[in-house]
């Protein structure tokens, strides 16, 4: 099944149950919100889980680009991807995780056509501050699905306890990935991928770490898009599902790389491409850094084995094709506009790296380095601490 095709099934599916699509796709968040890009589907509507009535109502699906660089590091392996396109459906105080979950399990084995036998479930098993999510583990045991309770990889979100606003315990669907006939559990064996996360979202937690109830119960799922497809399409990674057919195909054949820094290349190039399409233009601090970052560590990357590499060689169609698939094509936003600012960026941090490798070469700068050196060369030379290490490291 092609990626259109199961957004389509996806759509459709809720649709025919009463949900309203919404149409979130910037990466940029609405006015006023603190964080710099959107990282989940939810993202856009949480004061609506928060209480206002939603304009379309209480049922709701989205396809939403996200961007997350908390996994920066672990982009190259085969399931992290820097911008990816998460499916979204919510219940605005209308039904619960049960049934938004049987829906769930309908649409995987029924629509897509998901062997239900590769299937297992997670579900909040419950801590010190709230009960087990019974329901969940009953409606899943009902369903011949197996099922394993955890404490915090089940309360969304979870891993950062700073992070305030809604929240809730989840149950994740998980797909096996592996040869063989399934095994162990998604805790204990990471053949088990997580493809789709049903929230209850319950409480709206604040600064000091306590938690409020919300005026209403909300479901919030998200389902990533690239690794689901990756499944069905009976891939080995994200980076082999259709949508890098094109990038599979002609970045090889310009550029010899081994597989985690092609994986790099290829989706900090579509990242950008994404970024820019969206409005974002480089800059030394904010969006502007991430997507500034982004070129940096794809052109380390390529020069690594050979300095003549340039990104003024990607082919045209590569940013045409991520522009059509974002639908951001617009006659401003055109591939070679796009491709015209990645030389841009490219020839800049050739300028950088001139400067810094003289800075560098200074008497001063050949023992270990302090922190006032690490401003001075940030301040008065615009060198980056990871440029000056890496730099020293080459
Ligand atoms: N908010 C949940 C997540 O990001 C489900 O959409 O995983």
Redesign the pocket.
């Given at each position: 099944m092609r990626t259109e095709q199961l957004v389509r099934t996806f759509v459709e599916f809720y649709e025919e149950r009463g949900h309203r699509r919404i149409t979130g796709s910037t990466l940029l968040p609405p006015p006023g919100d603190p964080v710099l890009f959107t990282t989940?589907?939810?993202h856009p509507l949480t004061p609506y889980l928060k209480g206002r009535p939603h304009p379309l109502g209480r049922r709701l699906v989205n396809v939403q680009r996200c961007l997350r660089t908390t996994d920066l590091d672990e982009v190259g392996d085969t399931t992290h991807l820097t911008v990816f396109e998460?499916l979204?459906t919510w219940s605005l105080g209308d039904y619960e995780g049960p049934a938004s979950l049987e829906w769930g399990y309908e649409l995987l084995t029924e629509g897509l056509g998901v062997d239900p036998g590769l299937l297992h479930a997670t579900v909040f098993g419950g801590d010190e501050r709230t009960g087990p999510d019974t329901a969940s583990l009953e409606l899943w045991q009902g369903l011949g699905v197996p099922v394993e309770p955890t404490a915090e990889d089940n309360w969304?979100p979870n891993g950062s306890e700073g992070t305030v606003g809604p929240c809730g315990p989840d149950s994740e669907i998980f797909l096996w990935s592996g040869d063989g006939p399934p095994q162990s559990t998604p805790t204990r064996d990471n053949r088990w991928v997580e493809v789709w996360?049903h929230?209850t979202m319950t409480h709206h937690r604040l600064g000091d770490g306590s938690l409020v109830p919300l005026p209403q119960r909300n479901v919030?799922?998200?389902l990533g898009l690239e690794r689901l497809a990756s499944l069905l399409q009976g891939k080995p990674s994200v980076f082999a599902c259709d949508l890098f057919d094109p990038w599979r195909r002609l970045v090889p054949a310009l550029w010899e790389l081994d597989e985690p820094s092609l994986r790099l290349v290829c989706d900090h190039l579509r990242s950008a491409v994404v970024i820019l399409g969206d409005g974002v233009r480089p800059a030394n601090t904010g969006r502007g850094y991430v997507l500034r970052r982004l070129v940096r560590r794809v052109l380390t990357a390529l020069r690594r084995d050979d300095p003549s590499r340039s990104i003024g060689d990607l082919p045209e169609e590569l940013v045409r094709h991520t522009l059509d698939h974002f639908r951001q094509e617009t006659r401003e936003m055109r591939p070679e506009f796009v491709l015209r600012m990645l030389r841009k960026e490219e020839d800049r941090f050739g300028r950088l790296l001139e400067r810094g490798r003289q800075v560098l070469a200074r008497a001063r700068f050949q023992g270990p380095l302090s922190e006032e050196d690490f401003h001075y060369l940030h301040d008065t030379h615009g060198l980056p601490r990871e440029l000056i290490t890496s730099l020293r490291e080459g």
């Amino acid at each position: 099944m092609r990626t259109e095709q199961l957004v389509r099934t996806f759509v459709e599916f809720y649709e025919e149950r009463g949900h309203r699509r919404i149409t979130g796709s910037t990466l940029l968040p609405p006015p006023g919100d603190p964080v710099l890009f959107t990282t989940s589907g939810m993202h856009p509507l949480t004061p609506y889980l928060k209480g206002r009535p939603h304009p379309l109502g209480r049922r709701l699906v989205n396809v939403q680009r996200c961007l997350r660089t908390t996994d920066l590091d672990e982009v190259g392996d085969t399931t992290h991807l820097t911008v990816f396109e998460m499916l979204g459906t919510w219940s605005l105080g209308d039904y619960e995780g049960p049934a938004s979950l049987e829906w769930g399990y309908e649409l995987l084995t029924e629509g897509l056509g998901v062997d239900p036998g590769l299937l297992h479930a997670t579900v909040f098993g419950g801590d010190e501050r709230t009960g087990p999510d019974t329901a969940s583990l009953e409606l899943w045991q009902g369903l011949g699905v197996p099922v394993e309770p955890t404490a915090e990889d089940n309360w969304w979100p979870n891993g950062s306890e700073g992070t305030v606003g809604p929240c809730g315990p989840d149950s994740e669907i998980f797909l096996w990935s592996g040869d063989g006939p399934p095994q162990s559990t998604p805790t204990r064996d990471n053949r088990w991928v997580e493809v789709w996360n049903h929230v209850t979202m319950t409480h709206h937690r604040l600064g000091d770490g306590s938690l409020v109830p919300l005026p209403q119960r909300n479901v919030d799922t998200g389902l990533g898009l690239e690794r689901l497809a990756s499944l069905l399409q009976g891939k080995p990674s994200v980076f082999a599902c259709d949508l890098f057919d094109p990038w599979r195909r002609l970045v090889p054949a310009l550029w010899e790389l081994d597989e985690p820094s092609l994986r790099l290349v290829c989706d900090h190039l579509r990242s950008a491409v994404v970024i820019l399409g969206d409005g974002v233009r480089p800059a030394n601090t904010g969006r502007g850094y991430v997507l500034r970052r982004l070129v940096r560590r794809v052109l380390t990357a390529l020069r690594r084995d050979d300095p003549s590499r340039s990104i003024g060689d990607l082919p045209e169609e590569l940013v045409r094709h991520t522009l059509d698939h974002f639908r951001q094509e617009t006659r401003e936003m055109r591939p070679e506009f796009v491709l015209r600012m990645l030389r841009k960026e490219e020839d800049r941090f050739g300028r950088l790296l001139e400067r810094g490798r003289q800075v560098l070469a200074r008497a001063r700068f050949q023992g270990p380095l302090s922190e006032e050196d690490f401003h001075y060369l940030h301040d008065t030379h615009g060198l980056p601490r990871e440029l000056i290490t890496s730099l020293r490291e080459g």
